[in-house]
T-cell receptor, first 113, second 117 residues
């Protein structure tokens, strides 16, 4: 089992719709969770971080964390074509002895006009 | 100006050559990381450094070495490049001295696209 799993996609949504991206992780002691956006050939850009169960909203983005079920999700409201990118989920792994981030392989999102 | 810079941005080299990728940061962060990214494999940690005197191997350190010349500079070397080291390489930084909840947030440089022929 991979430490961090994401559906590779592509996830296709029409402009204006809600895009829902999901991520599951295997290490129950993980404490910090991140969503990065990566355009093709570019570097990952931090979108959201979440540390507590529940929802965290920032503009059109909402991160949701459920530690009991070991999943974290990202909702993008009013999706725009400029949101088309690969979204990477990252989880810290304190059991390795330091604050190491483990990345999923990413979900590709396509927003059509 | 970018907080994390990488040079070169693109590099084509031949098998057996020694090359160095450089990373500099003005964020004042103490921790620095090198990752490689291959299509479909996500980001893999090569080396990380908590400070100038602390360097550690990551998941895929074979064939690579690093040097932390200063808090702001972290270089990655390929002693003898091979074609399967063709990838995107990213440097990242994080700050261990900030709020506890944010100490593992990593910020990435623009990347170096390396091609080994």
């Amino acid at each position: 089992q991979k430490e961090v799993e994401q559906n590779s996609g592509p996830l296709s949504v029409p402009e204006g719709a809600i895009a829902s991206l999901n991520c599951t992780y295997s290490d129950r002691v993980s404490q910090s969770f991140f969503w990065y956006r990566q355009y093709s050939g570019k570097s990952p850009e931090l979108i959201m971080s979440i540390y507590s169960n529940g929802d965290k909203e920032d503009g059109r983005f909402t991160a949701q964390l459920n530690k009991a079920s070991q999943y974290v999700s990202l909702l993008i409201r009013d999706s725009q074509p400029s949101d088309s990118a690969t979204y990477l989920c990252a989880v810290n792994n304190p059991s390795t002895g330091f604050q190491k981030l483990v990345f999923g392989t990413g979900t590709r999102l396509l927003v059509s006009p | 100006d970018a907080d994390v810079t990488q040079t070169p941005r693109n590099r084509i080299t031949k098998t057996g050559k020694r090359i160095m990728l450089e990373c500099s940061q003005t964020k004042g962060h103490d921790r620095m990381y090198w990752y490689r990214q291959d299509p479909g494999l996500g980001l893999q940690l090569i080396y990380y450094s908590f400070d100038v005197k602390d360097i550690n191997k990551g998941e895929i350190s074979d064939g690579y070495s690093v040097s932390r010349q200063a808090q702001a500079k972290f270089s990655l070397s390929l002693e003898s490049a091979i074609p399967n080291q063709t990838a995107l390489y990213f440097c990242a930084t994080s700050d261990s001295t900030g709020l506890a909840a944010s100490t593992d947030t990593q910020y990435f440089g623009p990347g170096t696209r390396l091609t080994v022929l």
